[in-house]
T-cell receptor, first 115, second 120 residues
């Protein structure tokens, strides 16, 4: 069990650029979550996948955000035309088959800074 | 709506003393409650969870939490604090609402976090 991994760990970009983050969940986990955490706040839910299906998206996820999990394994989160307000830590978590009682295990996060 | 509150932004304790980090929740139905810890520039590490059963839940690194239904609380405790326990602690509740797809996602709703400072 290598845990949840995320890449890159840090990303600095200029406003208006597109960025893409990757998350590799724990291998046997079918549920995958993206959260966003801003300074001094708790993580906020962005979106959820069960296998390859994206089953829920938060209202926080504007049209500039898109997420995929094409083969039910790794996931990508893309932000188009980044804005300074997108600066945050983006966290990925995965859990197993038992739904809400399962523990979500988090990756180290990708810290995005938009200049 | 499901929510959790962590009333203290920061808790300071001396090493060796007991510590308590407070959390209260508001849910409809039975709550599923979690505690996570976050070290600087790191992701969240799971400490413990309450699903059902014994109100005293034991977790990692000597932490425990007491579920109190009448007070809607789930306070995190440790009998003897270590300097290395200094970190940011988050309480979370599982969202029990069904999503539009009729599949309960199990997403977590987090409190604002409490910084624990343990001084030697």
């Amino acid at each position: 069990d290598t845990g949840v991994s995320q890449d890159p760990r840090h990303k600095i970009t200029k406003r208006g650029q597109n960025v893409t983050f990757r998350c590799d969940p724990i291998s046997e986990h079918n549920r995958l979550y993206w959260y966003r955490q801003t300074l001094g706040q708790g993580p906020e839910f962005l979106t959820y996948f069960q296998n390859e299906a994206q089953l829920e998206k938060s209202r926080l996820l504007s049209d500039r955000f898109s997420a995929e999990r094409p083969k039910g394994s790794f996931s990508t989160l893309e932000i188009q035309r980044t804005e300074q307000g997108d600066s945050a830590m983006y966290l990925c978590a995965s859990s197993g088959h038992r739904g809400g009682t399962d523990t979500q295990y988090f990756g180290p996060g990708t810290r995005l800074t938009v200049l | 709506a499901q929510s959790v509150a962590q009333p203290e932004d920061q808790v300071n304790v001396a090493e060796g003393n007991p510590l308590t980090v407070k959390c209260t929740y508001s849910v409809s139905g039975n709550p599923y409650l979690f505690w996570y810890v976050q070290y600087p520039n790191r992701g969240l590490q799971f400490l413990l969870k309450y699903i059902t059963g014994d109100n005293l839940v034991k977790g990692s690194y000597g932490f425990e939490a007491e579920f109190n239904k009448s007070q809607t609380s789930f306070h995190l405790k440790k009998p003897s604090a270590l300097v290395s326990d200094s970190a940011l602690y988050f309480c979370a509740v599982r969202d029990l609402r069904e999503s539009l797809s009729s599949s309960n996602t199990g997403k977590l709703i987090f409190g604002q976090g409490t910084t624990l400072q343990v001084k030697p």
